[in-house]
C-alpha cells in the first residue's frame, strides 16, 4: 500500500495516495480517507479541547486521524476501533510514528460498546450511522458524537431510505439540509430516551456532504421526558412557503391558511435550539490559540451557529422573490426590515440565502418585496 504524508491541525500522518483522477477519490484507496473533511475534524478537536473529556473512542476509524488529532492535540487517553485489518495497520503506523500512546482495537464497534463505556464516544461511518447509534449509546458515558453523509436520505431524495434508516418522513424543501440534519437528531434521541437518558445538543451543524452532531447525554427519566419535548414535526405547505412547528409525538392534521390544503408533516424529528451558546463562546474564543487549517471557516460557521435563531426551518429569500416575481434585495436588507416589523430574524449556518425568523410569511414576502 502506497502512503502519502499529510498534516492537519499539528498532527502529521500517513494515508493511502488516492486516484485523483476518480470520480469520488477517497474511494479509490484501500482505506478511507476524506480531505473534505478536515473542517469536520477541525471542529471535534477543537470542541474536546473545550470539554476536557476524560477518554476518547474514536469508534469506526478507518485511516483513524480523528483519533490520533484528538490524542495528540488535546492529550487526553484516546482508543481508535476499527474492524479492518488494514485500517489497523494504518493506524498502528500512524501512532508510532507520532509517538502517540493510543489504544488500538479491531472489533466490532457494536460488540466493542456493548462491553466498554468511553467519555466521548464519536461515530464517524462512510454513510449512515442508523445501524450504530444503539449501541454507541449504551457505551457513552457524557458525550456522543455523530457524523452521518447519507444526505439524500435525511434530506428527503430519497424517500424510502430515509424512512428505512431513521423511521422518520422526510422532504425535500428548499430548507433540506435543516430537516435533515433535525431527523437524524431526532432519531438519536428516540434511540437515546428509552435508556431513560436525555440529550442537549452542544454543537450540531450541516456543511456540503454532511450533518455533524455533538451531544451531551443526561441520566434520569426526567432528563428523557423533559428531551422528547422537543420531538414534533414541521407541518410544511406543500404549494407555498407557509409552515408551523407541532409539538408531538404523533402529527397533526392541519390546512395551510393560504391555500386551504393539507399540510405536510415532516419527521419526528428536532424541535428548537441545536446548540449550547456558552459552549459555543468557549470555543470561539479557544479558536484563536490552536492551530488549524480551516479555522477561517470554522470562525464563521461557529459565529453564525451562536447567532441563529432556535427556529426549526429556515427561508430561502431568493426563492421567494423568484416567486414575487422580483428582484431580491441585499440579506442584511431583508432582516432589517423584518426586525423592523416587529419580529426576530437572523441569518443561518445551513445557507448563504437563508433566514431564520418568526415573522409571519406575509411579513417575510414583504420584506423581500418591497421596493428598494
Same mark, same amino acid.
Given at each position: 500500500?502506497?502512503?502519502?504524508?499529510?498534516?492537519?491541525?499539528?498532527?502529521?500522518?500517513?494515508?493511502?495516495?488516492?486516484?485523483?483522477?476518480?470520480?469520488?477519490?477517497?474511494?479509490?484507496?484501500?482505506?478511507?480517507?476524506? /480531505?473534505?473533511?478536515?473542517?469536520?475534524?477541525d471542529a471535534t478537536v477543537l470542541l474536546v479541547s473545550v470539554l476536557m473529556p476524560s477518554d476518547y473512542l474514536d469508534a469506526m476509524g478507518a485511516s483513524g486521524v480523528r483519533g490520533l488529532r484528538v490524542a495528540n492535540e488535546?492529550?487526553?487517553?484516546?482508543?481508535?476501533?476499527?474492524?479492518?485489518?488494514?485500517?489497523?495497520?494504518?493506524?498502528?503506523?500512524?501512532?508510532?510514528?507520532?509517538?502517540?500512546?493510543?489504544?488500538?482495537?479491531?472489533?466490532?464497534?457494536?460488540?466493542?460498546?456493548?462491553?466498554?463505556?468511553?467519555? $466521548?464516544?464519536?461515530?464517524?461511518?462512510?454513510?449512515?450511522?442508523?445501524?450504530?447509534?444503539?449501541?454507541?449509546?449504551?457505551?457513552?458515558?457524557?458525550?456522543?458524537? $455523530?457524523?452521518?453523509?447519507?444526505?439524500?436520505? *435525511?434530506? @428527503?431524495?430519497?424517500?424510502?431510505?430515509? /424512512? /428505512?434508516?431513521?423511521?422518520?418522513?422526510?422532504?425535500?424543501?428548499?430548507?433540506?439540509?435543516?430537516?435533515?440534519?433535525?431527523?437524524?437528531?431526532?432519531?438519536?434521541?428516540?434511540?437515546?430516551?428509552?435508556?431513560?437518558?436525555?440529550?442537549?445538543?452542544?454543537?450540531?451543524?450541516? &456543511?456540503?456532504?454532511? $450533518?455533524?452532531?455533538?451531544?451531551? *447525554?443526561? &441520566?434520569?427519566?426526567?432528563?428523557?421526558?423533559?428531551?422528547?419535548?422537543?420531538?414534533? !414535526?414541521?407541518?410544511?405547505?406543500?404549494?407555498?412557503?407557509?409552515?408551523?412547528?407541532?409539538?408531538?409525538?404523533?402529527? =397533526?392534521?392541519?390546512?395551510?391558511?393560504?391555500?386551504?390544503?393539507?399540510?405536510?408533516?415532516?419527521?419526528?424529528?428536532?424541535?428548537?435550539?441545536? /446548540?449550547?451558546?456558552?459552549?459555543? $463562546?468557549?470555543?470561539?474564543?479557544?479558536?484563536?490559540?490552536?492551530?488549524?487549517?480551516?479555522?477561517?471557516? *470554522?470562525?464563521?460557521?461557529?459565529?453564525?451557529?451562536? =447567532?441563529?435563531?432556535?427556529?426549526?426551518?429556515? !427561508?430561502?429569500?431568493?426563492?421567494?422573490?423568484?416567486?414575487?416575481?422580483?428582484?431580491?434585495?441585499?440579506?442584511?436588507?431583508?432582516?432589517?426590515?423584518?426586525?423592523?416589523?416587529? !419580529?426576530?430574524?437572523?441569518?443561518?449556518?445551513?445557507? @448563504?440565502?437563508?433566514?431564520?425568523?418568526?415573522?409571519?410569511?406575509?411579513?417575510?414576502?414583504?420584506?423581500?418585496?418591497?421596493?428598494?
Amino acid at each position: 500500500m502506497d502512503l502519502i504524508g499529510t498534516t492537519e491541525g499539528i498532527t502529521t500522518f500517513f494515508v493511502p495516495v488516492q486516484d485523483a483522477a476518480a470520480r469520488f477519490p477517497p474511494g479509490s484507496a484501500p482505506i478511507f480517507f476524506n /480531505r473534505r473533511m478536515e473542517l469536520n475534524r477541525d471542529a471535534t478537536v477543537l470542541l474536546v479541547s473545550v470539554l476536557m473529556p476524560s477518554d476518547y473512542l474514536d469508534a469506526m476509524g478507518a485511516s483513524g486521524v480523528r483519533g490520533l488529532r484528538v490524542a495528540n492535540e488535546c492529550r487526553i487517553p484516546v482508543t481508535i476501533n476499527d474492524r479492518d485489518p488494514k485500517g489497523i495497520e494504518l493506524i498502528a503506523h500512524n501512532a508510532c510514528n507520532a509517538n502517540l500512546p493510543v489504544e488500538i482495537v479491531q472489533r466490532d464497534a457494536g460488540s466493542l460498546l456493548s462491553e466498554r463505556s468511553f467519555d $466521548v464516544v464519536d461515530l464517524d461511518p462512510f454513510g449512515t450511522p442508523a445501524m450504530i447509534v444503539d449501541a454507541a449509546v449504551k457505551g457513552t458515558r457524557r458525550f456522543l458524537f $455523530v457524523t452521518a453523509t447519507d444526505t439524500a436520505p *435525511l434530506c @428527503g431524495a430519497h424517500l424510502k431510505a430515509g /424512512r /428505512r434508516r431513521y423511521f422518520a418522513q422526510p422532504m425535500n424543501t428548499e430548507y433540506h439540509g435543516e430537516v435533515g440534519l433535525r431527523i437524524l437528531l431526532g432519531f438519536v434521541v428516540r434511540e437515546t430516551v428509552k435508556y431513560d437518558r436525555g440529550v442537549t445538543p452542544i454543537f450540531c451543524y450541516a &456543511r456540503e456532504h454532511f $450533518v455533524r452532531l455533538h451531544l451531551r *447525554l443526561l &441520566r434520569g427519566a426526567r432528563a428523557a421526558d423533559e428531551t422528547l419535548k422537543r420531538i414534533g !414535526y414541521i407541518l410544511q405547505c406543500p404549494k407555498c412557503f407557509y409552515r408551523t412547528e407541532h409539538q408531538a409525538m404523533f402529527p =397533526e392534521g392541519k390546512t395551510c391558511p393560504y391555500c386551504d390544503i393539507p399540510l405536510t408533516p415532516i419527521g419526528p424529528l428536532w424541535l428548537g435550539s441545536l /446548540r449550547d451558546a456558552g459552549t459555543l $463562546v468557549q470555543m470561539r474564543e479557544q479558536l484563536g490559540s490552536m492551530v488549524l487549517g480551516t479555522k477561517k471557516d *470554522l470562525a464563521k460557521l461557529i459565529d453564525l451557529c451562536i =447567532e441563529e435563531l432556535p427556529t426549526s426551518s429556515h !427561508y430561502d429569500y431568493h426563492r421567494i422573490a423568484k416567486t414575487a416575481g422580483c428582484s431580491p434585495p441585499h440579506i442584511d436588507t431583508v432582516i432589517a426590515r423584518i426586525i423592523a416589523s416587529g !419580529y426576530p430574524a437572523t441569518r443561518t449556518h445551513f445557507s @448563504g440565502y437563508g433566514i431564520k425568523t418568526e415573522a409571519p410569511l406575509p411579513v417575510i414576502i414583504e420584506a423581500v418585496s418591497a421596493p428598494r
